[in-house]
């Protein structure tokens, strides 16, 4: 079992930047997969970034490719967003998952074993 509390939310003009944070508990966050998604109201959960066990491979949506970076520090079982360059289009509630395995199926969310409550960006023009 795994649990994943997000942080790091909030309100950011246009442009700006935000950090998230997802700390998980358990002793073998290194073995998972992890992915960060949002969810827009009125819109389906949308693949964002995901980062392998070891952090050596990342993949991220074309939509926020060279904005967003993905990362994770296993010794603080913990894993980021670094998201730049804010724009409207970004605002969601933002969730961290954890998945056993890094595949080719790792951008879809019924991969996922395990969510976090998500929490809110809220980008302003």
């Known amino acids: 079992q795994v649990q994943l509390v997000e942080s790091g939310g909030g309100l950011v003009q246009a442009g700006g930047s935000l950090r998230l944070s997802c700390a998980a508990s358990?002793?073998?966050?290194?073995?998972?997969?992890m992915g960060w998604f949002r969810q827009a109201p009125g819109k389906e959960r949308e693949f964002v970034a995901a980062i392998s066990g070891n952090g050596v491979s990342t993949v991220y949506a074309d939509s926020v490719k060279g904005r967003f970076t993905i990362s994770r520090d296993n010794a603080k079982n913990t894993v980021y967003l670094q998201m730049n360059s804010l724009k409207p289009e970004d605002t969601a509630v933002y969730y961290c998952a954890a998945d056993g395995i890094y595949s080719s199926r790792i951008r879809r969310p019924d991969e996922y074993d395990y969510w976090g409550q998500g929490t809110q960006v809220t980008v302003s023009s």
């Open positions: 358990g002793r073998t966050f290194s073995r998972y997969a």
